[in-house]
Each structure stands twice: as C-alpha cells, then as structure tokens.
C-alpha cells in the first residue's frame, strides 16, 4: 500500500510513500550512464541516461522502486496485487516486470517518449531469482508536463492520462478515478488548481451529495486525499519550501505502525516518504524513525561511471535539544 504523487512548484517535484511491514535493504541508489543493463530479453544497454532513486541493490543490479532521471522524466511502482497481470512471453519485445523502470528512465526523457517506448511491450512475470518472484505492480510516470498510469492486466498493458497527478493501489486506475468523482466537490470550488495541464477529471455522480475527505488508510481513500491535498496545497517560495510542502502533501496518507492490520509479524507503516527535484537530480527522504529530511544529488557523483552507487536509508534521525 503505497501513494505517488506530482506536484509542480516553480520546479517539478515527484514523491512517494512506501508503505509495508518490513524493509528490504532499501538505499538511493545513483546509476550512472554507462553502467550496462542486461535485460532480460538478452539484449545489453551500455550507454544510457543516468538515474538515481531507491532501489533493492542485489547481485551488482538496482531495482528500481521509484526514480528520475537526468532529463527529469519519473516513475514509481506501487503495489498493484488484486489486478496485474503479466504477460508469460518471452524474448524481443518483453521487459521483466522488475526492469521496466530502469528501461523507461535510461531511453525516454519525457513522457511522450515512454509512451511511445511501451507501444507493442509485453510485460513479463519473469522473476529476477528464486528468491526474488515477481511483484504485482502498476507505475506512474510524470515528467511536469503530463502524468501516465502503467498497468499490465489481463486484458494487456493499458496506459492512462493521470489528471490527478496522484497513483495509489487498487483498484485499477479507471475505477479509481470514478471512485474520485464521488468527491469533487471538494475540488470544485475557488481555490487555485494545480491539475495536470490539460487534465480532465470525472465530473461528480448524479445524486452524489456532498461527502467530507475520507480518513482510512484504504487505497481508494488515500487517492481522494492525496488528489485533494495536492490540488489546494500552495507551491513553496523556493526549493526548501517546495520540498517541505511535498512531505506535508505526503504526509497525508502516510501510515501509523499499529493503525492498519496485516498478518505479517512487524507492524504495518510508511517505511519511507520520498521527495525528488526532477529537473536537478536532487533525492530527498525520511524514513519510518528518521524525521530529518537525508537528500542525495545525482550530479554530486560521475555520471559517466560504470558501477551503480549506493547510499543506504538512514534509519534513525535526530532530535535536536533547544534546551536541557
């Protein structure tokens, strides 16, 4: 359970939460423009743009939860369990679940170009080990301009103008956004909207009286809260600010240890809130029992190296004293 959002504030900024009962040794991970992605079609991408985000770094290979790249195009894979549905193809033409973040990002620049990039794909259930199945996932792509939905499902790989800016779980993208509809209302009144240009969303239902913000941790409310809180959240007056409203935006749908019940044995929370400049490179982030917002800069590194570079999430913050 998981929520991604787009918000333009003088510069592009992208963020996600990630929500689950453990961790998997997540760390912002830059990947550099010549290091040589093997996908798992068999061909081999040596030269490519550079990218940084958090990734699962295993066997010398980053998997990509969420990224941007040097040209500032972004994409997030959520949690996508009831729905996805991959493809059992193999060969030319297929990317592994697992990879399709990585092979947007180091081909497309903007999101026109990842479009055109997934026409004719076929989406994998190929594993990247025994140990590692694949994940049922979705995935937003934004670039400031416009924001697509990526979903593979039985019926094929479906991609969708996101007006809202905001993905979040299930159900699959089209329902969520008449499920939207039921409140907007709540968006329709005089305060500035920072949608997606051009963006169309779903008027409200016939009938549908006036109904207040939704407070579970569901997927379907948390979409309606983050669009909300996005829509009327005010653009920072410069980059501190801009990245502090983007945690506030966030922070919306963040998840509470011991608030929502699963069957895993550690509780349930947001194991990490992001933030990313998409037009300088900038990753930003806190995490679960570190508050301090930690930021990590792509053109802080060589992007013309070889071999991916890893800075491990800090997992404890601290509190600063004012007295005593």
């Known amino acids: ?35 040589a992605f093997r996908w798992r079609n068999g061909t081999v991408l040596r030269e490519h743009y550079a990218m940084i985000g958090v990734a699962h770094p295993v066997e010398g290979a980053p998997l990509y939860y969420d990224a941007v790249n040097e040209k500032g195009l972004c994409a997030a894979a959520l949690r996508f369990a009831q729905s996805a549905c991959y493809s059992p193809k193999r060969g030319a033409e297929t990317v592994a679940s697992f990879e399709l973040i990585p092979f947007l990002l180091s081909k497309a620049a903007t999101v026109a170009e990842a479009r055109a990039l997934l026409q004719g794909i076929s989406v994998t259930d190929e594993a990247f080990s025994r140990e590692l199945p694949p994940a049922p996932l979705h995935f937003l792509l934004a670039d400031g301009r416009e924001c697509l939905v990526v979903e593979a499902v039985r019926e094929g790989l479906c991609l969708y103008d996101d007006p809202a800016g905001v993905l979040a779980n299930e159900p699959p993208f089209p329902e969520m956004l008449r499920h939207f509809a039921r409140y907007r209302h709540l968006t329709a009144g005089e305060a500035p909207c920072y949608l997606v240009p051009g963006g169309v969303l779903p008027t409200p239902e016939k009938g549908a009286g006036a109904i207040g913000l939704p407070g579970d941790g569901t997927s379907r409310s948390r979409f309606v809260r983050a669009a909300f809180t996005r829509q009327y959240a005010q653009p920072g007056e410069g980059r501190e600010e801009s990245v502090n409203q983007m945690f506030h935006i966030l922070g919306a749908v963040e998840q509470v240890a011991g608030c929502c019940r699963t069957g895993e044995d550690a509780p349930y929370r947001t194991l990490y809130t992001s933030c990313c400049n998409a037009e300088r490179g900038i990753y930003y982030y806190t995490t679960y029992h570190c508050r301090s917002v930690v930021s990590v800069e792509l053109w802080s590194e060589d992007p013309d190296g070889t071999v991916p570079i890893v800075y491990p999430m800090l997992g404890r913050g601290c509190i600063y004293r004012q007295n005593g």
């Open 1 to 35: 359970m998981c929520t991604a959002v787009s918000f333009f504030s003088g510069e592009h900024y992208f963020g996600r939460t990630l929500d689950y009962a453990c961790g998997y040794g997540e760390a912002v991970v830059i990947t550099p423009r010549k290091y």
